[in-house]
């Protein structure tokens, strides 16, 4: 297979099924648990959380600064590994991937959108679009890559450079980049937390109407207790723990 | 096109700066390596195209004070149209009397079978006709000389008839102590030079007809006249001692240039290791992305080829532009003319080390790259700092294959391998030390001035680059200070052993007859003055054990004796700065059959012992001798030494003249010499402070060769430290944030990257004085067998004169550091 593509997941991942087939879950954790360091100067980030998640919904996790909400997006997005517990997203057990099974799981599965962007600063917005598309070996990722940017407003922007969009844009792009191979899951830690307030509105309205359009399951990390009352569902987490889950 | 060559294009296309260090890196070693080949390359081709005209015709016949017999002139007159020339040494005077020491060279009608002859304008005739003298410039300048003068050679008078200005055949006989004169043959026979006993070459020059083969024809004719003392050499072999010593010189420098490409893969690393850091968030971006971490590493393989590439391509133009450069730099300073063209062999060498040495460095940063985790678009997560065995044996392999590839290709393996070790142990004990440096540093006391608390902070902190830059400076700075030390060890030995021991003179082709009066002259303008006089006789050593030495298919290392011919005397007892070593010397009133006592060195090389059977020809005659004594010589001295001396007797009989050495008082030469030069004309006198002079020339070129070689090394130290100054900016205009924050002035600023750079030189200068000087005394004292007498300001000068390059570097380098606005830098922040 042509180095980029996309290929099955690893032989030792393990295929899990839901049980129910009118609402697939598509984060199923148990029992979670994320440590680091060893003995005295082990710093608990997790503790023993469960979290089951449904195709198509919109969850907020909220919590204070150090509850441990971008650790569990880390782990269910596979970013990081959980020191015990077992982590299913999209079917696979996240537990038993390599590190590049992991990545090779994320395309077409898992879209993230950070805080901080973090755009290719060498790369094109049309560029940056276009890669997960290229990596997953996806028919046409430059017309899906432009098709992608103009839902988020940003025809007139192909050619800049990350250094020459604003923040706004920037997260945009961002936001155009995590959806392009229409994931089953976008992860959004913070996306507005860097955009003025009125950017910001506009860069949630975004995400919001994005997510659906693609049946995308949100995950939504934020202390915006207004922005969370968009989502369908609440998690609060302090402490490493799952504290309070409402349905809205 | 490959997706991860895509991909690495395209962040190329705004990314690549920062591999700008790699580039130039491998720019520099390359270039190094490709020159220092491409320009030994072109030497030896310019020596092998111009063969027949350095020669003088496709085969040169050679003997020493003798010419051909008739059967020998009939023989020769077989293999092709020939012609004659003598050359010996001489002196010659001009108007103003004051003699001077010069190459005498006597012609046929027939010379120069191939080439042209060429005189100055001016000339009275196309060449010097009976009784004339065409002179080289330099001796016109020296004696004041122009056409018409007259020239006084021995007890002859001759007119200058013209300025030599190419003569073709010169370089093909190799060294000369004096400056050209150009004689007929006839004029030669009745000046009278010759006498029995004189020391002259004659060298007859053949056209072979077409296709003939002038090596098999050379040797057919050795094996011929065997026992006649001839020597052949082919068109193919014109040149032999230059072809020796450019090969050699050639080889010693593009191990120089190995030096320098180690130096530059220490800046390969560092670029690349800086580059990949900076490119973390981006690696973790990809994987995030779904970039599996192999097509990472190939996506981050590909940008370090291109780059790679680009560097070592240019590099390549560069080394392969450097026999032109040369050529039009300095054409007339070179011995020979370099045959202008590309020389795939060197080039494909130089890119094949360079390659290597960029992957060898690059590979622990590629894979730390490789494993930096997706979780590090999160935060400042850090590649697995543990070393990977699989990476560590690539390098080890890679540089394992550099050297033997350096090796493999050497002339002179034993010399590459040498060389190599040593290079590789002084860069592994550079590496320690820098360890060693960075460590003490951390653990001085704080200083209570900020400044140097924070200069010395920088020498340390996460990030710092203080044990590369020891490495790479330190090489460097080693190489200079250690040529600086052997450089002016060598002059100290020569300067002060020659006033001492040597003689001040000495005198050749003086005819036993004449002795008296010569002693006579010396005397009455020197009278205290010491004279050694002993017998002298050219002689070739034929046979070892009955075993010919024709026959011998590889001469052993150290056989210089049984390599054309040598002065041989004969004494009564054992010669002055003579200790015997092994068995006895002969009774002063020996008269038996011959014995001959052998220098101790020679002997092992020739695996003689006592007892053991040598046979010299002498004019054609052979001479058995049995070795009587072994002897260790003081060469030190610079006196009359010989490494062939028979017992008295039979070899008396040989006509022969006297080899005198004239210890007279300092700042007499000039009276010694036209006092000798009015009384004994035939005597010629070699002055030992102008052999000592030219000696020193020729020691100037090849040294000036070995310091531009060592020059590109301290270039990519150079490069390296500027990187290092680069990489280190960030961190750099932090702390100048902050510290004009707290009110700290530029100059304060400025002084602080000061501090730093002067402790950093300081410390690399200690270090490279170490080992430069340690490096040096072996050379000195192990290799060249002298006193170690480096001038200890003269290394200091070099070492100063390099800290302060470096100084000055790293505080250029930090000058935008001065240029940091705080308001700006904490908005952006």
Known sequence: MPRGQAGPPARNARIVTSSSPAATTVIDARNVRLTYGTGDAAVHVLRDVSLSVLAAETVALLGPSGSGKSSLMAVLSGLERATAGRVLVAGLDFGTLTEDALAVARRGRVGVVLQAFHLLPTM??????????????????????????????????????????SGGEQQRTAVARALAPAPALLFADEPTGNLDAATGAVVADLLFDRAARAGATLFLITHDEELARRCGRVVRLADGRIVSDQVA | MNLALRLALRDLRRGGRGLALLALCLFLGTAALAGIASLSAAMLAGLEADGRRILGGDLELRVSQR???????????????????????????????????????????????????????????????????????????????????????????????????????????????????????????????????????????????????????????????????WSATPA????????????????????????????????????????????????????????????????????????????????????????????????????????????????????????????????????????????????????????????????????????????????????????AGATAALL?????????????????????????????????R????????????????????????????????????????????????????????????????????????????????????????????????????????????????VPPRNEVVAGRWWPRDYRGPPLVSIEDRAAEALGLKIGDRVTVSVLGVDVDARVAALRRIDWGGLGLNFAIVFSPGLIEEAPHALLAGVYSAGGRDGVVARSVAAAVPSATMIRVGDVIGRLGEVLAQVALAVRVAAGATVAAGIAVLAGAVAASGRARRADAVVLRLVGATRAQLLGAQAIEYLLLSAVIAAIAAAAGLGAAWYAVVQVFELPFRPDGWAVAGTLLASAAVTVAVGVAGSLPVLRVRPAQALRDA
């Open chain 2, 462 to 573: 996460p990030g710092a680059q203080t044990d590369r830059l020891v490495v790479a400076l330190g090489l460097g700075f080693s190489l200079f200070a250690a040529l600086a030390a052997i450089d002016t060890s060598l002059s100290a030995a020569i300067e002060q052993t020659a006033p001492t021991k040597a003689p001040r003179f000495f005198a050749i082709d003086l005819q036993p007859d004449d002795y008296p009066a010569f002693a006579r002259a010396v005397r009455r303008v020197s009278p205290g003055a010491r004279i050694e006089a002993t017998p002298s006789l050219r002689g070739s050593v034929v046979a070892l054990n009955g075993r010919r030495v024709a026959d011998m298919k590889d001469l052993p290392p150290g056989a210089w004796v049984l390599r054309g011919d040598r002065t041989v005397t004969w004494a009564p007892t």
């Open chain 2, 67 to 229: 010419r051909a017999t008739p059967a020998e002139r009939y023989a020769m007159a077989r293999l092709g149209p020939g012609s004659e020339t003598v050359t010996m040494r001489t002196m010659a005077r001009g108007t103003s009397g004051e003699p001077v020491l010069v190459s005498l060279k006597a012609v046929d009608a027939a010379w120069p079978l191939v080439g042209r002859y060429v005189q100055a304008a001016g000339a009275a005739a196309p060449r010097p006709g009976r009784d004339q003298a065409a002179v080289a410039t330099v001796l016109a300048d020296r004696l004041g000389l122009k056409v018409g003068d007259p020239l006084r050679l021995g007890a002859a008078t001759l007119r200058v008839s013209g300025i030599v200005a190419d003569e073709p055949d010169q370089l093909g006989e190799g060294f000369a102590l004096g400056p050209r004169v150009l004689v007929s043959a006839d004029t030669l026979d009745r000046a009278g030079l010759v006498q029995p006993g004189s020391l002259y070459e004659v060298r007859y020059h053949l056209i072979l007809p077409r296709g003939a083969d002038g090596k098999a024809a050379g040797e057919r004719w050795v094996a011929r006249f065997r026992d006649a003392g």
């Open chain 1, 124 to 165: 094109t917005a049309l560029e940056n679009v276009a890669v997960p598309l290229e990596l997953a070996g996806a028919p046409d990722p430059w017309g899906r890559a432009e098709a992608e940017l103009a839902a988020v407003g940003l025809s007139h922007r192909l050619h800049h450079y990350p250094s020459q969009l």
């Open chain 2, 236 to 419: 193919e072999e014109a040149g032999r001692g230059l072809r020796r010593g450019i090969g050699q010189l050639g080889q010693f420098l593009l191990l120089m240039g190995l030096a320098a490409l180690a130096v530059a893969g220490v800046g390969v690393g560092s670029g690349v290791a800086a580059y990949l850091a900076a490119k973390t968030r981006t690696i973790a971006v990809l994987k995030v992305l779904g970039a599996r971490a192999g097509f990472v590493a190939g996506v981050f393989l590909a940008q370090l080829a291109v780059v790679a590439g680009a560097g070592t391509l240019a590099g390549l133009a560069l080394g392969a532009a450097v026999p032109w450069i040369v050529a039009a730099v300095a054409g007339d300073a070179l011995p020979i003319v370099p045959r202008l063209a590309l020389y795939p062999r060197p080039l494909l060498l130089a890119a094949a080390l360079s390659v290597i040495a960029a992957l060898a460095f690059s590979l622990p940063a590629l894979a730390r790259a490789r494993a930096v985790p997706a979780a590090a678009m999160l935060r400042d997560a850090l590649a697995p700092a543990e070393r990977s065995v699989r990476v560590t044996l690539a390098v080890v392999g890679l540089a394992a294959l550099l050297v033997a590839l350096a090796i493999w290709t050497a002339n002179d393996r034993g010399l590459a391998a040498s060389f």
């Open chain 2, 428 to 460: 592994g004990v550079l590496w320690l030390l820098g360890i060693g440096v960075r460590r003490t540093v951390a653990r001085l006391p704080h200083s209570r001035r900020p400044l140097i608390r924070l200069a010395v902070a920088n020498l340390h």
